[in-house]
Every structure is written in structure tokens, then in C-alpha cells.
């Protein structure tokens, strides 16, 4: 069955440099991903979403990456700020049509130290 | 907009004890989802529901069921709550269900934190 896997040690960087997290699938690739931000005690909140046809997206300070033949998506935050401290989920669909369902990665939480 | 809205948003039950969840979707959603955070298993899918029928649903036992109203708000329940069943629960709503791309965005609420002791 589909799996996601993110590195779930802490990634701890200066501020001011580009934090990258991995987001690794099995089987299929899905028609697209979602990355997504989550603060503790909160809900995920949604940030950027890839086709499995866009090589890249990008959104301010953040840019995804979608590698179909390494089964991999990037995830990058240039010029880290200590607000972008948070967890990072991707999450893909899993199933086709309606019953579809989307599956989330356990998230790696990113620590930006001034 | 108002966004996604659960309550309550703490609880705490004891072992055997049954409890019910409440989400009001962001106005305009049909697709409801429940999640299951916890530090060990992250955010695990419990079920869905599109206008009032469930479209799929996690690997969770028959103990967790849920139900969606005509005006999209979901409820979902806990029977004989086990100490395990201590977690997060996340409600979000999106446009669709599925693989629709942009209309599959999930909104989350800020979640029930249920202890159960």
C-alpha cells in the first residue's frame, strides 16, 4: 500500500539559511501533493499544493519539488525567519475517484534558531 | 469566512466511558474528514464523509463512528474509551472528496484534545 515517510528527527538550522525536508512515497505516484504547516496545539494548516506534471511551485520564501522517477518531494524555506518553527506534513491521496482518501506523513519539525 | 469549528476543545473521560465530538464545517464544504493525531502515529485518517454518507474510511475498530448532517456538520463518537484513545482529533473540511486536486485542500480545525484517564 502507499506510504509516505519524512524524516522525523528535528531538523535545527541558523536563521537566515534554506531549510529542505523530504517527503519519500512508495508505489504509485500520486496526481499531486500536499505540504501542509502545523503549530503545536493546532490544525495543519495548507501551504502549497504540486501536480505530478509541475516540476516545482513556488510561493514567497517557500518552493516544493516533485520528482516522479526518485518518488521524492522537496520542500524548501529560504531565508529561515524563528516564525517558520513549525512541524511540516506532505500528504498524498491514496485511492483514485471518489473514494480517495488523503494520507499524511508523520511530518519533520523544523527549529529555525536566530 | 468562518473556518472549521470543533468543540469542545478539551475533555477528559475515564476508561469505558463513551464520548461525541462536534465540527461545523467552513460554509460551502460537503467533505468532512477526522483525523487521529498522536506523538507516535502522527495524524492517522479515521473516516469521511460527504453529504451525509461516509466515502472512506481508516483502519480504526468499530468503536469510532460518525455521523454528517444535512447542513455538513459532523459528529463523531468514542465508545468505551480505552486509554490508548487519548490523542488529538482534527476535523477539516474541504470542497470535495477524493482526488480533486485544489477542492481536496483540507481545512483544519484546531482540534478536541481528549485525556482519557
Known amino acids: 500500500s502507499q506510504k509516505i515517510e519524512q524524516n522525523s528527527e528535528a531538523l535545527n538550522i541558523q536563521e537566515g539559511k534554506t531549510a529542505t525536508l523530504t517527503c519519500n512515497y512508495t508505489n504509485y505516484s500520486p496526481a499531486y501533493l500536499q505540504w501542509y504547516r502545523q503549530d503545536p496545539g493546532r490544525g495543519p494548516v495548507f501551504l502549497l499544493l504540486?501536480?505530478?506534471?509541475?516540476k516545482e511551485k513556488r510561493k514567497e520564501r517557500l518552493k516544493v519539488t516533485f520528482d516522479t522517477t526518485l518518488k521524492q518531494s522537496l520542500f524548501h524555506i529560504t531565508a529561515s525567519q524563528p516564525a517558520d518553527s513549525a512541524t511540516y506534513l506532505c500528504?498524498?491521496?491514496?485511492?483514485?475517484?471518489?473514494?480517495?482518501?488523503?494520507?499524511f506523513g508523520q511530518g519533520t519539525t523544523l527549529q529555525v534558531k536566530p | 469566512k468562518a473556518g472549521v469549528t470543533q468543540t469542545p476543545r478539551y475533555l477528559i473521560k475515564t476508561r469505558g466511558q463513551q464520548v461525541t465530538l462536534s465540527c461545523s464545517p467552513i460554509?460551502?464544504?460537503?467533505?468532512v474528514s477526522w483525523y487521529q493525531q498522536t506523538p507516535g502515529q502522527g495524524l492517522q485518517f479515521l473516516f469521511e464523509?460527504?453529504?451525509?454518507?461516509?466515502?472512506n474510511k481508516g483502519n480504526f475498530p468499530g468503536r469510532f463512528s460518525g455521523r454528517q448532517f444535512s447542513n455538513s456538520r459532523s459528529e463523531m463518537n468514542v465508545s468505551t474509551l480505552e486509554l490508548g484513545d487519548s490523542a488529538l482529533y482534527l476535523c477539516?473540511?474541504?470542497?470535495?472528496?477524493?482526488?480533486?486536486?485544489?477542492?481536496?485542500?483540507?481545512?483544519f480545525g484546531a482540534g478536541t484534545r481528549l485525556s482519557v484517564l
Open positions: 500528504a498524498l491521496v491514496r485511492g483514485s475517484g471518489n473514494t480517495g482518501k488523503l494520507i
Open positions: 504540486i501536480r505530478e506534471n509541475e
Open positions: 464523509y460527504f453529504s451525509e454518507t461516509q466515502r
Open positions: 477539516a473540511s474541504s470542497l470535495a472528496s477524493g482526488t480533486g486536486g485544489f477542492k481536496n485542500i483540507q481545512y
Open positions: 460554509s460551502g464544504h460537503r467533505s
